[in-house]
């Protein structure tokens, strides 16, 4: 599969931004998908998955209650709404995808063991 990320940009604090992550083929029921970020000296984390069948979310104690991962079938996107932003967000924000049943449920916090991904997107949040 072929991810790419958009919807990165300049924000204020307490802003909102929506990235998409849209993939060559259809998701749904088929590949766990997340969202990871990498600041400037920090090593990439995930901030967010979303399963195969679509059930079971995860989201990191940072952004929990501020971001929201959804998936479009529609569009074959996969969404990550991001509200209340603070600069500690600031970061290449990008999506990544394993095929169904190649993650163990310990694993899909792993970014390393994701095998595809999309380049980045840039986000900032600054006054």
């Known amino acids: 599969v072929q991810l790419q990320a958009s919807g990165g940009g300049l924000v204020q604090p307490g802003g909102s931004l929506r990235l998409s992550c849209a993939a060559s083929?259809?998701?749904?029921?088929?590949?766990?998908m997340a969202w990871a970020r990498q600041a400037p000296g920090k090593e990439r984390e995930i901030v967010a998955t979303?399963?195969?069948?679509?059930?079971?979310?995860y989201y990191a104690d940072s952004v929990k209650g501020r971001f929201t991962i959804s998936r479009d079938n529609t569009k074959n996107t996969v969404d990550l709404q991001m509200n209340s932003l603070k600069p500690e967000d600031t970061a290449v924000y990008s999506c990544?995808?394993?095929?169904?049943?190649?993650?163990?449920?310990?694993?899909?916090?792993?970014?390393?063991?994701?095998?595809?991904w999309g380049d980045g997107t840039q986000v900032t949040v600054s006054s």
């Open positions: 979303l399963s195969w069948i679509g059930t079971i979310t």
């Open positions: 990544a995808a394993a095929q169904r049943g190649y993650l163990r449920l310990r694993e899909i916090t792993r970014a390393t063991r994701y095998p595809y």
């Open positions: 083929e259809r998701t749904s029921g088929n590949y766990d």
